[in-house]
Nanobody, 123 residues
């Protein structure tokens, strides 16, 4: 499985960004998809997850109500829409998938990772 993340950039606080993750290499109908972020000097943290059917989504309290994960089946793409961005959202964002339909928020549970895309929110 190959994951290709894109869409990062520089935005002012209160603005929005839309990250995309193109998935290829295998049928992904059994995968749980996730987005993580990692700020300099900090551990990688879960910010959104979704089963591939799209029937269940998961968010930590830090982004709930501001971030939305979705998928575009026609394009084999997972989207992370980020609104009301804050300076503390600044990080490298990674998409990831795991060989299971069950939810997990632990980075170690994900087998496949994209290359990461930088998101910088200025105050």
């Amino acid at each position: 499985v190959q994951l290709q993340a894109s869409g990062g950039g520089l935005v002012q606080a209160g603005g929005s960004l839309r990250l995309s993750c193109a998935v290829s290499g295998r049928a992904f109908s059994t995968y749980f998809m996730g987005w993580f972020r990692q700020a300099p000097g900090k551990e990688r943290k879960f910010v959104a997850g979704m089963n591939w059917s799209g029937t269940s989504t998961y968010y930590p309290d830090s982004v709930k109500g501001r971030f939305t994960i979705s998928r575009d089946n026609a394009k084999d793409t997972v989207i992370l829409q980020m609104n009301s961005l804050k300076p503390e959202d600044t990080a490298v964002y990674y998409c990831a998938s795991r060989n299971s339909t069950y939810v997990s928020t632990a980075p170690s549970a994900f087998q496949y990772w994209g290359q990461g895309t930088q998101v910088t929110v200025s105050s």
